[in-house]
């Protein structure tokens, strides 16, 4: 009698355990991948942030003139293809860099998120990503922008350019234009962006630490 009231004990909590464990199990919200676009003008220190923050959320960095330049290289099928476009002085269509960079994506099936680096440039680009990343079950969480004003831009680049060697680093005057370029490109995503409530802009000034904590801010709440 008495060892068959401890055996009953012991499976009524034995049926306790694995009812709260199947309850927590199924509970859980599923990991959502965080797919971030990340721009910032030249001298923002953009490339720096991409590096930092691909380690801390375990994220894929996909740059698009790194998946580029080994496509070429290795003389891909679409490396080929694009450089057949370029020798001719010919922008590569959309259609052969969203291959890319689908290819990159397949590339990392468990990966946590990506963070996109040099795409989408235009809104038909944007389009492209969204499609892509609708294929995955997934979507585009945010575009983040590093802000910084122009003329801090400027001193950033020229100090760059005395250890750089870079020619477009050491002129003022190329400096400006590539700045001004790169609003112009990014206003037509920002206002594209901005119309599905994905846009953050993140200022962009101080030490490495205080601007990834900034950047963290954002992604964390994504």
């Known amino acids: 009698m008495y060892k068959g009231t401890i055996f009953f004990a012991i499976v009524i909590f034995a049926l306790l355990f694995m009812c709260r464990f199947l309850t927590s199990l199924f509970s859980k919200k599923p990991n959502r991948m965080k797919n971030i676009v990340l721009f ?23 740059s698009t003139g790194d998946v580029f330049r080994y496509n070429i290289k290795n003389a891909t099928q679409l490396g080929t293809l694009a450089k057949s476009f370029m020798d001719k002085g010919h922008l590569v269509p959309d259609e052969v860099t969203i291959n890319m960079l ?10 946590n998120g990506f ?44 100090e760059r350019g ?26 037509i995503l920002k206002k594209y962006y901005q119309s599905q409530d994905k846009y953050y802009g993140v200022d962009g000034v101080g030490s490495i630490e205080d601007i990834t904590a900034r950047l963290s801010d954002v992604i964390d709440k994504l």
């Open 40 to 62: 910032g003008p030249p001298g923002a220190g953009k490339g720096t942030q991409a590096e930092v923050l691909k380690n801390k959320y375990q994220l894929v960095h996909i």
């Open 102 to 111: 689908e290819a990159e994506v397949e590339k990392n099936p468990d990966a």
């Open 115 to 158: 963070i996109f680096d040099g795409f989408p440039r235009t809104a038909t680009q944007a389009e492209a990503l969204a499609e892509l990343m609708k294929k995955k079950k997934t979507q585009i969480n945010a575009m983040v922008a590093l802000e910084v004003d122009d003329e801090i831009l400027v001193g950033r680049l020229l």
């Open 162 to 187: 005395k250890v750089s060697g870079r020619a477009d680093d050491a002129n003022e005057a190329v400096i400006r234009e590539r700045i001004a370029e790169y609003y112009r490109k990014t206003d």
